[in-house]
């Protein structure tokens, strides 16, 4: 994805060289969410729940505006539930922060896959609602698009905030089927 994204951003810069200044970062009419900033077309990023033990792998990824996150689900029974940065390993407070419902799974992956769809650049935190061998505070935590030029919220401090947490809490909100989908791709190793 980086190499990807390093030589669309050469191409583009080649292209601003010989162009006046491109109009980038404008909104969409009539579209639902803002505009791409790189022109790119919009891409799936897989993320598993459980592999190498208690963590989403990878667990900090940087998405564009369009794209899906689609979470994969390894035994035993995992879920991703948003979180704020400030109160891990518990939903959103609002009651609108997404929530995949448990997903279980004996071996292989789990038969359904989660997604998201990015709808702006403000970074997602989530975590494994798991309480059973408390996932979340054993580092089952992750971010989508980290404000890295923060030097407070990173991933790290999320998840050094999440050990201290006691337990976690499950959504008490049923929204388990929003992006609940059959898993597109079930015998994919990771
Ligand atoms: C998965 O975990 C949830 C929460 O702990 C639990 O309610 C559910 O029964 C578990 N499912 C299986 C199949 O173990
Ligand atoms: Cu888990």
């Given at each position: ?46 993320v598993?729940a ?19 996150i689609e979470w994969h689900f ?5 879920s991703v ?17 997404f929530f995949s419902g448990?997903q ?6 789990a038969?359904d896959v989660f997604q998201i ?59 388990p089927?929003e992006g609940v989908i ?9």
């Amino acid at each position: 994805m980086f190499a990807k994204t390093a030589s669309i951003v050469t191409l583009l810069a080649a292209v601003a060289s010989a162009m006046p200044a491109a109009n980038a970062g404008t909104a969409t009419t009539g579209g639902k969410l803002a505009s791409r900033t790189n022109g790119d077309p919009a891409i799936t990023h897989t993320v598993v729940a459980g592999l190498g033990g208690l963590h989403f792998d990878p667990d900090n990824v940087v998405a564009e505006i369009g794209d899906v996150i689609e979470w994969h689900f390894l035994p035993a029974n995992h879920s991703v539930a948003q979180s704020s940065f400030g109160a891990p390993c518990k939903p959103l407070n609002t009651g609108n922060g997404f929530f995949s419902g448990f997903q279980p799974t004996p071996s292989g992956q789990a038969p359904d896959v989660f997604q998201i769809t990015i709808e702006d650049t403000n970074p997602i935190w989530y975590y494994c609602a798991q309480t059973k061998g408390d996932h979340c505070q054993a580092g089952m935590a992750g971010v989508i698009n980290q404000n890295f030029n923060s030097a407070t919220n990173t991933l790290a401090a999320y998840k050094a905030a999440a050990a201290l947490t006691g337990t976690s809490e499950i959504p008490a909100w049923v929204n388990p089927l929003e992006g609940v989908i059959a898993n597109p791709n079930p015998l994919g190793g990771f």
